[in-house]
């Protein structure tokens, strides 16, 4: 006669994961997560499971940061007009206003960095 084994079956897991969070794709989206986790060696659910607890999202601006993208915007028009007057007037006249235009570009990038 022959002994059943009593642990026969799946082995209990050591972390066992209680809640179950539903969560809606496209197809696009979907695909492309598969993709991106096809990419790491992991399931969709593992990558989506990784990236909601270590990844990182990137806020939207706020409205400190839109008012120097602004200010960097009206800018390029002011560079424009550089360019225009090293044509017109030569280089010297140009590489002033240019020094000035790039000092004030610094000063935006810093407060970003603060």
Known sequence: MQ?????A???AKVVKKEIRAAVRF???EYFIIRQKANKAGITASCYI???AIN???????????RQFVRQLIG???????VAKKAHEEGLLKA?????TYRQQVDDILKSFKK
Do not use: H, W, Y
Not at 55 to 65: A, D, I, L, P, T
Not at 75 to 81: D, K, R, S, T, V
Not at 95 to 99: D, Q, R
């Open 3 to 7: 002994q059943k084994n009593k642990l």
């Open 9 to 11: 079956g799946r082995p």
């Open 26 to 28: 496209t197809k696009a």
């Open 49 to 51: 499971r990784e990236i």
């Open 55 to 65: 990844g990182n999202v990137k806020s939207r601006f706020n409205e400190e940061e």
């Open 75 to 81: 800018m390029a028009n002011n560079f424009n007009q």
């Open 95 to 99: 590489m002033l206003l240019f020094e």
